[in-house]
């Protein structure tokens, strides 16, 4: 019912930027928390960025800080992820994900999240 859908991904020089959109569809609320999480090739999956309900609170990966950053547009319905400086240590399937509850927080935990997207590639190379 809910499905949120990733785009924006794609193949990169390293130093490049990317912006990464995320739309939910379905009966979402503007109240939920969302997130940004990444998995490389035999890797576990990994917290890259969440922002809470209101827009106003971020939390992001230690990896990422000062490079990347998580935002929401006017109707709480889509999210972005704008990543700079980018490195080949950043390649990997990016998922966003929606943490379902009124006034939700962002959370660096995945299993705080309920719904999830198929993910876009993000491919940092020369």
């Known amino acids: 019912q809910v499905q949120p859908v990733e785009s924006g991904g794609g193949l990169v020089q390293p130093g490049g930027s990317l912006r990464l959109s995320c739309t939910v569809s379905?009966?979402?609320?503007?109240?939920?928390?969302m997130g940004w999480f990444r998995q490389a090739p035999g890797n576990e999956r990994e917290f890259v960025a969440a922002?809470?309900?209101?827009?106003?609170?971020?939390l992001y990966g230690n990896s990422v800080k000062g490079r990347f950053a998580i935002s929401r547009d006017s109707a709480e319905k889509t999210l972005y992820l704008q990543m700079n400086s980018l490195t080949p240590e950043d390649t990997g399937v990016y998922y966003c994900?929606?943490?379902?509850?009124?006034?939700?927080?962002?959370?660096?935990?995945?299993?705080?999240?309920?719904?999830w997207g198929q993910g876009t590639q993000v491919t940092v190379s020369s």
């Open positions: 994900a929606t943490r379902a509850g009124r006034f939700a927080t962002a959370s660096s935990d995945l299993h705080e999240y309920d719904y």
């Open positions: 379905g009966r979402t609320s503007s109240r939920w928390a």
């Open positions: 922002i809470s309900w209101s827009g106003t609170y971020t």
